[in-house]
């Protein structure tokens, strides 16, 4: 096409989320043009319903995080914080295995090294695009509280903070009168807690996502409304099909569907192992309950967040996939839960919602380049750290897409990982 203008974009991005917009943050900034297709639209999906938190000392992989211990129990209660449907079970089962193995201690130290890496990066990223952006004002820094029923349930999570403390990452472990201190109104049944002062949150995920976007767009990023059906690489660029009909051109594709890359993934010559955590959740009225700071109740695997309008009780995991129906009787259970835990919440007035977390067997994203093209980018896989590891995965991408050097060692996260 030489001395002929490009019809197309210099860059694609196949999702509308929070890690799609902070990659075209990234990219609009250093002066590409950048289209963002989305079939809904900007942060609409399962970025416009999490938890809001700025996790950036959840280090852990999930394999050890008490998951692999508590998973026969969880498993035995049908609405406890983890089920996987009977009639998945067989899908799931290879998904299981890799789940499993990565919980191997041979693997752990590398996963955990790798994961930290990622969140130093995320931190010092994220502090940067906010301030760019004019999203500082949503940042919320009163830290968290991770909270135990008893003596035993404390004892078994003093191995995982030890490791944390091994990556500088600060906190401290509380009896009950220092609990009721920072949270005043809570349970009896909770007797121990361990204070994180580099936890964050933001005031609501869907505005602030929203305002990110606001940012890229006002930098030249297009967002096109569309369902993305077929990627098409060849030596001249790459071409997108949408099931609407419309076709467009772009130079470099950048993967960030989130739990739906993995179809994009196989057109492409690669198969990720990625799966389906649908998560639950309750958005209260802010009057509810007085909530100073994000609680988190590993026990029974969820958590309650203060925005700034309203109160959001949600987490579980649901190993389902993305066709089955909501089950909001699982919301409902954790409300229940959270009613127990802070006597005097006022449950009425919430409303439900499910969204897709798409998970990785070893609790790592995939960021990195297809299989044989330096053309396309993959950028999915997050889990429950999508809002907290989007800003270093967007400077990542604009790295990668711009031949750059990285700034750090990315091949935990090499889409050939597996």
């Known amino acids: 096409m030489s001395g002929e203008a490009w019809p197309g974009a210099d860059a694609a991005i196949i999702g509308g989320g929070i890690i799609g917009i902070s990659a075209a943050a990234f990219l609009a900034e250093a002066g590409l043009k950048v289209n963002v297709f989305d079939r809904t639209g900007i942060c609409e999906e399962t970025s416009s319903g999490n938890a809001a938190a700025l996790a950036f000392s959840d280090v852990l992989p999930l394999a ?40 191997a201690s041979s693997r752990y130290e590398a996963g955990l090294a790798a994961q930290a890496g990622l969140m130093r990066l995320a931190e010092t990223e994220w502090a940067g695009l906010m301030e760019r952006s004019g999203a500082l004002g949503m940042l919320r820094e009163g830290g968290c509280l991770e909270l135990y029923e008893g003596e035993p349930e404390f004892e078994a999570s003093l ?15 509380l009896d009950r009168g220092e609990l009721l201190s920072l949270q005043p109104g809570l349970s009896r049944r909770l007797v121990r807690g361990t204070f994180v002062p580099g936890w964050k949150t933001v005031a609501d995920p869907q505005r602030f996502g929203k305002t990110i976007w606001r940012y890229a767009e006002a930098r030249g990023a ?5 369902d993305v059906a077929l990627v098409l ?8 099909q949408l099931r609407q009909g419309r076709t467009f051109l772009a130079r470099k594709l950048v993967v960030a569907a989130g739990a739906w890359s993995r179809r994009l993934a196989q057109q492409l010559g690669d198969r990720i192992p990625l799966e389906t955590e649908r998560g639950y959740n309750t958005t209260l009225p802010k009057a509810a309950f007085d909530v100073k700071r994000m ?11 203060p925005l700034d309008d309203a109160l959001r009780i949600g987490g579980a995991v649901e190993l389902g996939g993305l ?26 007035g919430g409303r439900e919602w499910m969204g897709f977390r798409p998970s990785l067997p070893d609790s790592l994203p995939v960021i990195g380049h297809a299989r044989g093209r330096q053309d396309v980018v993959y950028a999915f896989g997050h889990g429950h750290l999508g809002l907290t590891q989007a800003a270093a995965t967007g400077r990542l ?7 750059q050097s990285l700034p750090l060692d990315a091949s935990a996260f090499s889409p050939q990982r597996f």
């Not at 919301?331 to 919440?345: N, S, T, V």
């Open 159 to 173: 191995p995982g903070w030890q490791a944390r403390q091994r990556f500088g990452i600060e906190h401290r472990h």
């Open 323 to 348: 066709v089955r129906p909501p089950d909001f009787r699982r919301a409902r259970a954790m409300l229940e839960k959270a009613r127990q835990f802070l006597p005097g919440l006022d449950p009425a």
């Open 295 to 305: 609680l988190i109740f590993p026990g029974h695997g969820f958590v309650v967040t």
């Open 397 to 403: 991408i604009r790295d990668l897409i711009m031949g």
């Open 233 to 240: 690489p060849s030596d001249n660029g790459i071409t997108i």
């Open 64 to 103: 050890h995080k008490g998951m692999m211990r508590n998973m026969p129990k969880w498993l035995l209660d049908p609405l406890g914080p983890l089920a996987i449907p009977p009639s998945y079970l067989p899908k799931l089962l290879p998904w299981l295995i890799r789940f499993w193995r990565a919980g």
């Open 222 to 226: 297009r967002f096109v409304h569309g």
